[in-house]
């Protein structure tokens, strides 16, 4: 049974390929094409996919899209409808895009697949699970649970912004769900959106900036009122309803009702390059606690309709690693397990999974307590010939030393970053998600003082108040964090221990913004934000072994088994893909060193004395 999943046409397109139930692999179009969240048909994706499964287009059993075009186009008239004549120019001018495009996705699908190879139209069957459907399938099938409670939380599929399902062997049942216009990731993209970040892409910086909000300040206190009074009615069993009066997103192309907001909360809308107050601080703050309070009562439902022991997690809103954190902490499930690409892009995956188990009604791997994502180390890897033509093309460039012996190459990667230098480090197949977990990521020093400022300003190019997530030997921790277990994909957020804490200023409430930043509050600076927290990443040897080796060499030099772990990108560029890429980006930020595979880039000719080949 071989089946590919696809995402498209509205932001992260991805592609996945299942041969027998196994997950052979993925990625995300915008890693190929270089374009941020890119939309558009997964063309590189598919022949990636169709490339490392070795299957060709005719092969397939089915390909199969991540929801079904004609329910959105359903909601799409009776939102315009029930909102009329509201929206009438927003109508207007989607409808007749609507009916070229989505309307005929089956053929348009049959068409773009034909330019990437041929195949016998008639033979080649296509399926189209509900949007909800591939989030929970992507989420349980690949969880290392037999039975579980599955939660998907998003902006909108077809209708459904929120889902409980119930998963069994290979049975899935939708218990509940809560329908369009109200939702909990359009209610958080609107405080995104009127906080000066851009709505899909900007909520995780909300997320980061929420922390330097203060709980006792009149403001927030005021904010929390207000959200639950004016904009959203929170029920017992987690669901909402917003006040649509002060949202434009069902029928116009602005998310919120700016005027009725600024007069709300006394605020007008932050522009992108104004600066952040503390106001703004504190409204980030108050609906960070609303959503986390919402989502542990849509669980506490979950948990009631399902008596289960275990959850499952996945649509957009799942990337709040914060509420994550939270919820574990909560115990309301003794297990938690969240898919690493748990957004548009998993989707392509859910609904390749979501036609294996229930459309053919094929059984599941044997699981043994373990996930099968493969560490989500699922993206594309590149043999030495490659590599050796990168290092003939860049020689002169960057100097470059060839490790005979990946441990040679680990100790002398482990020292420099010691010594305070930023590395990149290019290895095997690339991760399938938003995270760089080990081989597309860039690494420094978690215990200077200073890291978290030069990674920010001098290499990431992107907002100085940004926190940076620790990655850390397995087996070390719950000595540094307050972790119950393994984190391995980086989508939970936890405090340090207080015994690597230290104490705040008596007057730390009172500083400025980046001044409450530059206090040290651990002994780990780099990777402890503002509240002690971080977003931690787990690592052991059986997802990754040289990521592991480099963290055990670290440890040997600092007795520190930490480094910070962010990905190998600048600010509005995807994660590199390539060795190619991995050496533009570079080239052309402040990193001092480049690892790809077993070699060594600097930027200055390399002495004997500062490495040994």
């Known amino acids: 049974m071989k089946i590919l999943g696809v995402s498209a046409f509205y932001h992260d397109a991805a592609a996945a390929i299942l041969i027998n139930g196994e997950i052979i692999a993925a990625a995300q179009e915008e890693r190929f094409t270089r374009?941020?969240?890119?939309?558009?048909?997964?063309?590189?994706?598919?022949?990636?996919?169709?490339?490392?499964?070795?299957?060709?287009?005719?092969?397939?059993?089915?390909?199969?899209?991540?929801?079904?075009?004609?329910?959105?186009?359903?909601?799409?008239?009776?939102?315009?409808?029930?909102?009329?004549?509201?929206?009438?120019?927003?109508?207007?001018?989607?409808?007749?895009?609507?009916?070229?495009?989505?309307?005929?996705?089956?053929?348009?699908?049959?068409?773009?697949?034909?330019?990437?190879?041929?195949?016998?139209?008639?033979?080649?069957?296509?399926?189209?699970?509900?949007?909800?459907?591939?989030?929970?399938?992507?989420?349980?099938?690949?969880?290392?649970?037999?039975?579980?409670?599955?939660?998907?939380?998003?902006?909108?599929?077809?209708?459904?912004?929120?889902?409980?399902?119930?998963?069994?062997?290979?049975?899935?049942?939708?218990?509940?769900?809560?329908?369009?216009?109200?939702?909990?990731?359009?209610?958080?993209?609107?405080?995104?959106?009127?906080?000066?970040?851009?709505?899909?892409?900007?909520?995780?910086?909300?997320?980061?900036?929420?922390?330097?909000?203060?709980?006792?300040?009149?403001?927030?206190?005021?904010?929390?009122?207000?959200?639950?009074?004016?904009?959203?009615?929170?029920?017992?069993?987690?669901?909402?309803?917003?006040?649509q009066s002060y949202f434009q997103y069902a029928t116009g192309k602005r998310m919120i009702h700016e005027g009725k907001w600024g007069k709300l909360f006394g605020i007008k809308r932050r522009k992108p390059t104004e600066e952040i107050t503390t106001i703004h601080r504190d409204l980030a703050l108050a609906i960070q606690h609303v959503t986390e309070e919402i989502i542990l009562l849509l669980a506490r439902e979950a948990k009631r309709l399902t008596n289960s022991k275990n959850l499952c997690l996945a649509g957009g809103v799942a990337l709040n690693c914060v509420a994550n954190g939270k919820l574990e902490d909560a115990k309301i499930f003794n297990q938690i397990w969240i898919q690493p690409a748990p957004g548009d892009a998993g989707g392509a995956l859910g609904a390749a999974l979501a036609a294996n188990h229930i459309y053919y009604g094929k059984e599941g791997l044997e699981k043994n307590g373990l996930d099968s994502m493969k560490g989500t180390y699922l993206g594309p890897s590149f043999e030495k010939t490659i590599h050796e033509l990168t290092l003939r093309h860049h020689t002169e460039k960057a100097p470059v030393v060839q490790f005979d012996n990946f441990e040679e190459l680990a100790k002398q990667t482990a020292k420099l970053l010691a010594e305070g230098q930023v590395v990149g480090w290019f290895q095997g197949r690339m991760e399938f998600g938003p995270r760089a977990l080990g081989n597309r990521s860039i690494l420094g020093d978690a215990r200077s003082p200073v890291m978290q400022s030069i990674l920010n300003q001098k290499i990431k190019n992107r907002e100085r108040f940004r926190p940076f997530a620790p990655c850390v030997l397995l087996e070390d921790s719950a000595e540094y964090f307050e972790v119950n277990g393994p984190s391995p994909y980086m989508l939970q957020v936890k405090k340090i221990r207080a015994a690597h804490r230290k104490p705040l200023p008596a007057n730390y409430q009172n500083?400025?913004?980046?001044?409450?930043?530059?206090?040290?509050?651990?002994?780990?600076?780099?990777?402890?934000?503002?509240?002690?927290?971080?977003?931690?990443?787990?690592?052991?040897?059986?997802?990754?072994?040289?990521?592991?080796?480099?963290?055990?060499?670290f440890?040997?030099?600092?007795?520190?088994?930490?480094?910070?772990?962010?990905?190998?990108?600048?600010?509005?560029e995807p994660i590199v893909c390539t060795p190619e890429d991995a050496y533009q980006c570079f080239m052309k930020t402040e990193m001092d060193y480049l690892v790809i595979h077993n070699c060594l880039f600097s930027k200055e000719q390399p002495t004997q004395s500062s490495i040994h080949k």
């Not at 169709?50 to 005719?58: D, I, M, T």
């Not at 030099?557 to 930490?562: A, D, E, H, M, R």
Request: aromatic residues 14%; neutral net charge.
């Open 35 to 243: 374009k941020k969240n890119d939309p558009s048909f997964p063309e590189n994706a598919i022949k990636y996919c169709l490339q490392e499964s070795g299957c060709r287009l005719e092969e397939l059993d089915a390909v199969v899209f991540y929801d079904k075009p004609f329910l959105k186009f359903e909601r799409l008239l009776e939102t315009y409808y029930a909102f009329a004549p509201k929206g009438v120019i927003s109508f207007i001018q989607s409808v007749p895009i609507w009916v070229k495009e989505k309307l005929f996705l089956k053929q348009n699908l049959r068409k773009l697949l034909l330019e990437i190879e041929p195949f016998d139209k008639k033979s080649l069957k296509l399926l189209f699970p509900e949007h909800h459907l591939s989030h929970a399938a992507s989420a349980f099938y690949p969880s290392p649970f037999e039975e579980a409670a599955i939660l998907t939380i998003d902006g909108v599929g077809e209708w459904a912004t929120a889902t409980i399902c119930h998963g069994q062997g290979k049975e899935l049942t939708v218990l509940k769900e809560l329908h369009f216009p109200h939702s909990l990731g359009l209610l958080y993209s609107s405080f995104t959106y009127f906080l000066g970040f851009k709505v899909n892409s900007g909520e995780y910086k909300m997320m980061g900036l929420a922390p330097y909000g203060n709980v006792s300040s009149e403001n927030y206190q005021r904010f929390v009122k207000q959200i639950k009074e004016n904009l959203v009615e929170i029920k017992e069993d987690g669901s909402i309803r917003l006040e």
């Open 511 to 553: 500083l400025g913004m980046m001044e409450q930043l530059y206090v040290e509050r651990s002994c780990f600076p780099a990777v402890t934000h503002v509240d002690y927290s971080a977003r931690i990443q787990t690592v052991d040897g059986n997802y990754n072994s040289r990521f592991y080796k480099l963290l055990q060499e």
């Open 555 to 572: 440890k040997k030099i600092t007795t520190f088994g930490v480094l910070i772990n962010t990905s190998f990108n600048v600010k509005d």
